[in-house]
């Protein structure tokens, strides 16, 4: 065991291991960043394919850089493991596995309790544990405090708890996990002490405590109810916008130029990523329990879900416009990923799009440098990107997601019709060019 010193002082001298609960889009970021700073960093997760990859230094998650992966495992800064036990001996753990939701938007706490469950069979005195996997207000004291009162420490003096939200954004240039400003809340003062001093010893950011984990755990669900809000509104305005025969886009550039108190949101095939489409619904979820009815967060959710059908029904339309049926179309997808420059295919609008064409029997094919294959977890089907765009060969090009090295030049001139729902082809002046 452990001896009883203070481990704020031994984080700060570089003393402590740390352990990464769940190696994804959040935790191998999480685990790579820690190693750099010196401390030894044990990865944890369930999938033997990524803890070999990770341990033959083997990089897949974008966000991470290839040769600080590398150098993290070659220094034995970084294993990775399947293994529980080996977590005894270490001073922080930080928690970042999957929160999703089940298939009537309900919180999917599988995952979570089963990392804590894990966690207690082999949690030593002086430890921090950290949930950083986005989940409801009051998930920490519900469900990651009880089972480590329950094996006799006391929150505060023998172990701390905090709950410190992620905030990866997936293919931003500017912002990573490293310097990206960090929001905790500890059970405790002491948790917050020990929690901010974990934070700011291996990031280069700054620490933002707040006095409770609740108010960390709300605050992250506000940022991105916050987006989604206001995506809807985009989306929405798109919609109104085109039965008036007004270009939304020069709109939005036109209202941009207000210095103050306008903050610019854009329309989309969707919402996709783990945040947007998933987080607002653990708070409308959670708000039943107090009797309110979160009524503009399930509106935002219902026009932000419609948007696929939206895209589907305005592609008939400028097919029909060519006397083609979209039954009897040849349609390329350009895009599958959420967000342009990732791989990243969770919630993507194309698995809802992907639905509707097979349903209207449509003939169509999609093309992703980012994305050579994925399966569609709403019908569990796999499909495969075309070798290249070929946008000749197709009745339309629909832009899914604007893509930094898509030649759109190329694209729209080759193309019969293109319907971009990204605005990536702004700067060509075609009319074979339909915004959504």
Known sequence: MKQSINLAEKIKNRESSVAVIGLG????????????????????????NNIQRINSGENYIGDVDDSDLVNVVNSGNLIASNDYSLIKDVDVIAIAVPSPLDKHHQPDMRYIQSA?????????????????????????????????????????????VAFSPERVDPGNKDFKTNN????????????????KAFYENVLDSSVYLASS??????????ENTFRNINIALANEMTIL?????????????????????FMAFY????????????DPFYLTWKAREYDYHTRMIEL????????????????????????????????????ASYKKDIEDVRESPIQNLILLLEDWN??????????????????????????QANPQDYDLVIIMTDHSDFDYQDIVGNAKAVLDTRNAAKNIKSDKITLL
């Open 25 to 48: 889009y959040v935790g191998l970021p999480l685990a790579v960043t820690v190693a750099k700073k010196g401390f030894k960093v044990i990865g944890i997760d369930v999938n033997k």
């Open 116 to 160: 804590i469950d894990s966690i207690v069979e082999h949690l030593s005195e002086n430890t921090l544990v950290v949930l950083e996997s986005t989940t409801y207000p009051g998930t920490t004291q519900e469900v990651i405090v009880p089972p480590i009162e329950e094996k006799g420490f006391v929150i505060g003096k023998t172990a701390y």
């Open 180 to 195: 990206t400003p960090k929001v905790v809340g500890g059970v405790t003062d002491n948790c917050n002490i020990v929690a």
């Open 213 to 222: 984990p609740v108010i960390a755990e709300m605050e992250k669900i506000f």
């Open 241 to 261: 916008c085109e039965r008036m025969g007004i270009n939304f886009w020069e709109v939005i550039d036109a209202a941009k130029t207000k210095p103050y108190g």
């Open 267 to 278: 329309p989309g095939p969707g919402v996709g990523g783990h945040c947007i489409p998933i």
């Open 300 to 335: 935002a959710g219902e026009i932000n879900m419609g948007m696929p059908e939206f895209v589907l029904n305005k592609a008939s339309r400028i097919l029909n416009k060519s006397g083609i049926a979209i039954s009897e179309s040849k349609i390329l997808l350009l895009g």
């Open 362 to 387: 449509a003939n169509f094919d999609y093309y992703d440098p980012w994305v050579a294959s994925f399966t569609n977890h709403l019908n569990n089907k796999k499909y495969t990107s075309t070798k």
